[in-house]
């Protein structure tokens, strides 16, 4: 071997030595302590769920509580993160395509993950929140609309009408000076009706709803009934009396408790949403709000729905499953009560004695709703009828 | 042909070359890890322009009115240490902003929460991002809640109250505006429609016109005789302004010669009365709105981290001790198990401001009724006479003066419809006039904006002649229906003035009282501006001095011309 040679297979060699020394050394700095301690464990399963605002609180102290507990699946811990979303703003989101995909979706009701589905099988193929198997829509609570009444305007109004339902408040509505025309004090102003907005929540929607089937008589509304005139006439007279819809939209409750008579003197919002801020409004405003229910009830099922779609792993939905299990266990459905919820568990009542249903009682409030007649699911057709009339009939007026 | 000799290669020399070029590849590995380890703890991101990446700043706009609170809850928040499971600090960053501002920044993508005085302004951000993404269901607002509210109150001296009839009788707007139009010596004062107080007194102003509480509509607004009430209002206005906070400022400064009586939130009564004033909260019989003060996060490119930011910072300033500080600072908390009647609280033992009021709002209407109205008051509202007057003394060259012409062009922007009259004097070791005052009809505008442009600096200062010169224009042949008013800029000192500063005090207060009153507005730009001599200008006016900077002169102009 000639010298170059040498020299060519020093260089080569002593270049492989400098390589493999660097390469020896990347690893130690890259595994750093871990050299010398066991590997750590994968990290939290995490999700997330999307959840009504009227249901959040409820959902995110159960959360706090689950992940406290540590549970674990397949060896790795869950990690519960909950969103609060009016379900009618979750269904914009999803129809505009701008919805963060979540774990797992609980609207107020079950005929919203209708709709989404109905959004997105044109270009899925399928349904992303399946409607029966495992991964199933399962309700995880219950409430229903009713009327919030500040106890002064609800002695009024039950003086000039006898009863107080849509056609009453409709009355109100077009009294002649306000409450001086049906026989209230002048310094009330004109007669004010909170419902939250109906284009961002489904309590509001659900609301105008409710008032047709009153209107109509019957609990089924179609296209026709939303577009006859008559009816579109009465509805602007009774719209007319709500004072606001920007700041009504997130917290109905809340505003109604929060503003008192001032903002809104009668509301139909949900039972739990009266039922939380019924003991707020009557420390703030010195008087409490009466409870009323309609003749035609609408319920919300709360239904705890996975999405299907490849977004998230089949441990993230697994992991939803859990704690949707742990949802309707009887510990965490039992707390659903303190916050005015309507716990499916079978083996939990509302008539405990702590129960807010028994608390407020006296003022209306009814641990059993009677038979009154439910308001059915309107089809799409129907929400975005009488969303078209609100956007051009109300929000601009 | 020459001798060529080869280069001679010998095995000791490339032996030497070899270790020479491996220690060198040794030591360069060496130090790459190093920085890429040191670069790793020090959390500096080598792709980046070596800039850490503060993913976990939440920076939050807030409307000026509750800056003190606001700023303490901040702090508060981020001196607790809050962090994320990961041990990454969440921190709040407050910017202030006007609501109108929010709206118009909302999309920038300079904030991802907002806390405006009204969830009124939510809905309009939500209408500017569909606009912006032509997709009509898009919405950017997202989780929202509510820390402190306070309703919105004309805000009265006692002894002007009680000559009213307060407390033995409601009082309303009607009875504000009455009392406005009978005495020409009654002083009041709403904010620009940039703000909730000021959108609801232009609002309350219409619904008087109209003789209604709810349901005002187009039809309404543009009747004359709306429109001939309100116009007739509006010329009993001081002047306008870009906040309720700027006036309770005035009036903790100046007391009770600065006005009668102003529009805004129920809590600046509290505020104001500790300091040792007078003054009563007036409920409208006939209908208010509530401040509600929303804390909302915008759903625009958000870390994890922020959401989580966001996410802690709404559970603090809702949590009991961010309530009580709330109640302390005096608006009502949106927690409603705070007693606003417990002890301590601001609500006891004053009739100043009542707890059980207001007993009604009023309607508010929808976007194109709105959009209407605030169209429409800008040919009822009172017109202005103002002169511009410039610094363009050698200190101003460069970039000072840059930023100036920047801050002008968007002062006259800000100035719509074409009643106003705007004109310009600059100074430097003299004063000239550049543009007479007229009427910024659109000729007039480019006339205007040909002066902005064309603006040099050298010279002395003769700040004093500048503003003298503005003034005697003012008041040659005056309409004493409009606003009088001078907006003056200056970096240094006066130097170049034959008027000494008492002259022109007096001159001013004589004038002031034998003319129209004209009020100055100030602005000392830089460090070396003369704040001391600023300040006793504008106090002999009852006007203000703003400090300005290169950075903060567009938006200082912005805000001076919701004066107007």
């Known amino acids: ?397 | 042909m020459g001798d060529v000799r080869e280069p001679r290669v010998t095995l000791t020399g490339l032996i030497g070359l070899a270790v020479v070029v491996s220690v060198l590849v040794v030591f360069c590995c060496m130090a790459w890890f190093a920085v890429q380890k040191l670069s790793s703890w020090m959390g500096i991101d080598l792709t980046s322009g070596g800039e850490p990446e503060d993913s976990a700043t939440l920076v939050v706009a807030y409307s000026p009115e509750k800056a003190e609170l606001f700023l303490e809850l901040v702090e508060n928040f981020n001196s607790a240490g809050h962090t994320s499971a990961d041990g990454t600090p969440l921190r709040i960053r407050a910017v202030e902003l006007s609501p109108q501002g929010m709206v118009d920044g909302a999309i920038g993508g300079e904030f991802q929460a907002v806390s405006p005085d009204s969830s009124f302004w939510l809905s309009q951000m939500d209408a500017a991002y569909a606009d912006y993404i032509g997709h009509d269901d898009a919405l950017l607002v997202t989780q929202q809640v509510r820390y402190a509210v306070s309703p919105v109150v004309i805000v009265m001296w006692r002894d002007e109250a009680e000559d009213m009839g307060w407390p033995r009788r409601p009082l309303g707007w009607s009875d504000l505006l009455e009392r406005a139009r009978s005495d020409p010596d009654f002083r009041w004062s709403h904010p620009s429609t940039s703000s909730a107080a000021g959108l609801l007194a232009t609002l309350a102003e219409f619904y008087a016109g109209a003789g209604k509480t709810r349901d005002l509509t187009i039809y309404d607004v543009q009747d004359q005789y709306t429109l001939d009430y309100v116009a007739e209002l509006e010329r009993t206005v001081s002047y306008y302004g870009e906040g309720e906070w700027a006036v309770a400022r005035q009036i903790a400064e100046q007391g009770r010669g600065y006005l009668d009586a102003f529009v805004g939130q129920e809590q600046l009564v509290i505020y104001l009365n500790r300091l040792g004033y007078d003054l009563v909260a007036v409920y409208p019989q006939e209908g208010t709105f509530w401040e509600d003060h929303p804390l909302a996060l915008l759903d625009l490119n958000l870390t994890d981290i922020q959401r989580l930011t966001f996410r802690r910072f709404a559970e603090y300033i809702t949590g009991p001790e961010a309530q009580q500080l709330v109640l302390e600072h005096g608006y009502r908390p949106a927690d409603l198990t705070v007693d606003l009647e417990g002890e301590g609280s601001p609500f006891v033992g004053t009739d100043a401001v009542d707890p059980s009021q207001p007993q009604s709002v009023l309607q508010m209407p929808g976007g194109q009724v709105i959009e209407v109205v605030l169209d429409v008051w800008w040919y009822t509202k009172r017109p202005t006479d103002v002169f511009l007057v410039v610094d363009t003394s050698g200190s101003m060259e460069g970039e000072k003066l840059e930023r100036v012409r920047d801050a002008l062009t968007v002062f006259i922007n800000g100035i719509r419809g074409d009643r106003d009259r705007v004109g310009l004097v600059e100074f430097y070791d003299y004063p000239v006039l550049r543009n007479q005052l007229s009427v910024l009809s659109p000729s007039q505008r480019l006339a205007l904006q040909n002066t902005i442009n064309s603006l040099e600096a050298g010279g002395g200062t003769a700040l004093l002649d500048g503003v003298a010169m503005a003034y005697s224009l003012l008041q040659t042949n005056p309409d004493p229906e409009r606003i009088h008013a001078i907006v003056v800029m200056t970096d240094g000192i006066e130097n170049s003035s034959t008027l000494s500063f008492g002259e022109l005090a007096t001159r001013i207060s004589q004038g002031n009282q034998t003319g129209v009153p004209v009020v100055i507005f100030a602005v000392a730009y830089g460090d070396d501006a003369d704040y001391d001599t600023l300040e006793r200008l504008v106090g002999i006016t009852g006007g203000r001095v703003w400090e300005g900077t290169p950075a903060n002169i567009r938006n200082l102009y912005q805000i001076i011309s919701t004066y107007f």
């Not at chain 1, 660097?22 to 999700?47: D, W, Y």
């Not at chain 1, 409709?170 to 025309?181: L, M």
């Not at chain 1, 039972?271 to 003991?279: F, G, K, R, V």
């Open chain 1, 1 to 397: 071997m000639s010298r170059t040679r040498v020299v060519f297979f020093v260089i080569v060699g002593a270049a492989v030595l400098i390589v493999l020394i660097g390469l020896a050394a990347g690893g130690v700095f890259e595994q750093g302590p871990s050299a010398l301690v066991p590997p750590t464990p994968p990290g939290p399963i995490e999700i997330r769920i999307v959840a009504a605002s009227t249901i959040y609180p409820w959902v995110d102290e159960a959360a706090s509580a689950f992940n406290s507990e540590e549970h674990i699946m397949e060896g790795q811990p869950i990690r519960v993160q909950v969103v609060p979303m009016d379900g009618l703003e979750a269904l914009r989101r999803f129809d505009a395509q701008t919805m963060e995909i979540p774990t797992a979706w609980i609207p107020e009701s079950r005929y919203l993950v209708e709709l989404v589905n109905a959004v997105y099988k044109p270009q899925m193929g399928r349904d992303v929140f399946l409607t029966d198997g495992e991964y199933r829509a399962r309700p995880i609570a219950i409430s229903l609309l009713a009327w919030g009444v500040y106890q002064s305007r609800a002695r009024v109004l039950e003086e000039a009408f006898g009863e107080i339902n849509w056609q009453a408040l409709h009355d109100a509505a077009v009294a002649q000076d306000g409450w001086p025309g049906i026989g209230g004090p002048a310094d009330w102003g004109y007669f004010k009706l909170l419902i939250p907005s109906p284009n961002r929540n489904i309590a509001g929607l659900s609301a105008m709803i409710s008032a047709a089937g009153e209107y109509f008589g019957r609990p089924d509304i179609s296209v026709a009934d939303v577009m006859d005139e008559d009816f579109q006439q009465w509805l602007y007279e009774l719209m007319s009396a709500v004072p606001e819809f920007s700041s009504a939209g997130a917290y109905p409750g809340e505003s109604l408790a929060l503003f008192g008579p001032s903002g809104g003197e009668v509301g139909q919002l949900l039972e739990s949403d009266i039922l939380t801020h019924m003991a707020g409004a009557a420390q703030r405003w010195g008087e409490p709000l009466l409870v009323y229910y309609p003749r035609f009830v609408t319920w919300f099922d709360y239904p705890f729905t996975i999405w299907i779609g490849p977004e998230t792993t089949a441990a993230e939905k697994n992991a939803a499953l859990e704690f949707e299990h742990y949802l309707l266990s009887l510990e965490v459905q039992t707390r659903a009560v303190n916050y005015g919820l309507r716990p499916v568990h079978d083996q939990v009542g509302v008539d405990l004695p702590d129960s807010p249903f028994v608390e407020w009682e006296e003022y209306g409030v009814v641990t059993v709703v009677p038979r009154y007649t439910a308001m059915r699911s309107p089809s799409r057709d129907v929400l975005e009828t009488f969303l078209t009339w609100f956007e051009r009939n109300i929000a601009e007026r």
